[in-house]
């Protein structure tokens, strides 16, 4: 294996590891150099591994990151072993290497020559002076005991080991660390803020600046596409675009927006996937009398669009579909319908030809007052064979789940829930309990009593471990079985992240884990 080899830039990053970047952006590289960084080691929280920090380390490369856990970038990279890669800053050694002689480290009892950044190195060859540090004293009370000083510069840190014995607040930092015990760091750390004290308290919240502005991007012919930060769902198939670092956002009508508006606005697809599996459309035979608790099975929801999981969300790559027209039959399909895959965006859109968008929110219809929708295309073909935007597939990328990675996570939030209760946003880090419950007050005049819309809504199942190829896991587990809450997803393969289960409201479908998150949303 190669040394891990980066130039170090404050503020900004390590090499090709930015400050901003999206979890599924530095995974794919990584996975996609196996002999450069042969170990990948993911920690988050699963009770909470949407809102807790996540934390990546590369233990055979001497270096751990910290990413947010509702956008997932990239807030916190550390150096912690000088052994296993070469940093440099302006083209110098921020470490000389392990057997290297000189005074940039300090001879340890087994002979061995400490490596690490030397304080006389970093305050006066690199960086230069700066103020007095932080020190964060050891949890034992011994005077032996061993706390950090961290030295920080706008953008990166240093943390030096300092004795409890030694510290002083009388002692100015050149003498507290250059005794023999603390003139070598154990590692630096790269953040974005004018300190390591200052950056801390606004550490996960911080509105990074875009990853095309900084200097690693500038001299590279690298294409660094435009992100969507937020999609705003405002029923009636309406979907609202925003577009990361910009005031700017576009509008995805479903049954209108043709696949030649999505290519302008949102550039090509990462793939194409042949929608292709029919084993659930039993399930679009279903009568209402199989859902007795609506007041109207057809107009509450479709059925299909329940039971149509076949989301392309398990496939890395379009090998059945580069390079094909939309318009040509597949896999026995004669309506070409198909999935463009935006795996770097986080959602996947289904391009079919128009179906019957689901109806206006009651909240917001009322709201309206007979004015026209936002976001109304004032435009319509009315051509029935075209093919449009029909469905859109939108992805949490939650660790721990069976499709974790193969989309970043796309944030949303139910635009329409907010009309009467605007300080209670209902979004991608809400859990599904909460969401249901309020979907269930939005709809409530669907259901045929009062009671009925207390009831939690029964779940189907579904099994993404099952099958040879992942694209093709949408095995139905259990139905509408006569009990109340959602199915209970049972360990069948080994793998309790592959089940979760599905839930509907009209124009919603979530993909719910079991602790309660949403994996996925798809709107119609």
């Not at 001879?107 to 964060?136: D, M, Q």
């Amino acid at each position: 294996m190669s040394l891990f080899t980066a130039a170090l830039h404050p503020n900004v990053g390590l090499g090709f590891l930015v400050l901003g970047a999206s979890l599924h952006d530095i995974l794919t590289r990584l996975k996609a150099e196996p002999q450069s960084f042969p170990k990948l080691d993911l920690a988050y929280s699963q009770i909470n591994p949407v809102t807790k920090p996540i934390m990546l380390t590369l233990p055979a490369n001497g270096l751990r990151m910290r990413f947010d856990g509702p956008e997932q970038r990239l807030r916190l990279i550390e150096v912690v072993d000088f052994t296993k890669n070469r940093i440099t800053y302006q083209e110098k050694d921020i470490a000389r290497p392990a057997n290297s002689q000189g005074a940039v480290g300090s001879s340890a009892p087994t002979g061995n020559t400490a490596t690490g950044p030397a304080f006389k190195n970093v305050y006066h060859r690199l960086f230069g002076p700066t103020y007095a540090g932080e020190y964060i004293p050891p949890k034992e009370e011994k005077a032996t005991a061993v706390g950090t000083y961290v030295l920080s510069y706008p953008g990166v840190s240093f943390s030096f080991p300092l004795p409890k014995s030694a510290f002083s607040q009388e002692k100015d930092v050149v003498s507290l660390l250059s005794s023999p015990a603390s003139q070598v760091a154990s590692s630096v750390a790269v953040f974005s803020g004018k300190s390591w004290a200052h950056a801390r308290e606004t550490l996960w919240t911080e509105v990074l600046p875009s990853v095309k502005s900084t200097n690693l991007f500038s001299k590279s012919k690298e294409v660094v596409p435009d992100e969507i930060s937020l999609i705003k769902i405002h029923g009636g198939g309406r979907l609202q675009l925003f577009k990361k670092w910009t005031s700017s956002s576009i509008w995805i009508n479903l049954g209108e927006t043709t696949p030649q508006e999505l290519t302008s606005e949102l550039g090509p697809p990462d793939a194409i996937y042949r929608k292709n599996d029919q084993r659930m459309h039993i399930h679009k035979t279903r009568t209402t009398s199989h859902s007795r608790s609506r007041s109207n099975g057809g107009d509450y929801r479709r059925s299909d669009d329940l039971t149509d999981t076949d989301q392309s969300s398990a496939l890395t790559g379009s090998e059945d579909s580069d390079g094909e027209s939309i318009e040509d039959d597949s896999a026995g399909s004669i309506s070409g319908e198909c999935f463009y895959n935006y795996f770097y965006l986080g959602f996947d859109i289904l391009v079919s030809p128009p179906q019957p968008v689901s109806r206006t929110p009651p909240s917001q219809a009322a709201a309206l007052k007979g004015r026209d929708v936002p976001g109304a295309n004032p435009f319509k073909n009315s051509t029935a064979n075209r093919l449009v935007a029909t469905k859109m597939v939108l992805h949490a990328n939650v660790p721990g789940s069976y499709p974790f990675n193969r989309h970043r996570r796309c944030r949303w939030e139910i635009q329409y829930l907010a009309i009467n209760r605007p300080d209670d946003i209902v979004d991608s880090e809400t859990p599904f309990g909460e969401i249901e419950e309020r979907l269930r007050e939005e709809w409530k005049s669907t259901y045929q009593s009062a009671e009925d819309a207390k009831k939690p809504q029964r779940g189907m199942v579904l099994n993404r471990g099952w099958g040879d190829s992942p694209g093709s896991s949408c095995e139905f587990l259990g139905g509408w079985e006569e009990s109340t809450g959602g199915v209970a997803a049972k360990k069948l393969d080994g793998s309790e992240d592959s089940t979760t289960t599905l839930y509907g409201f009209p124009g919603l479908v979530f993909e719910v884990l079991k602790n309660g998150f949403v994996s996925a949303v798809t709107v119609y």
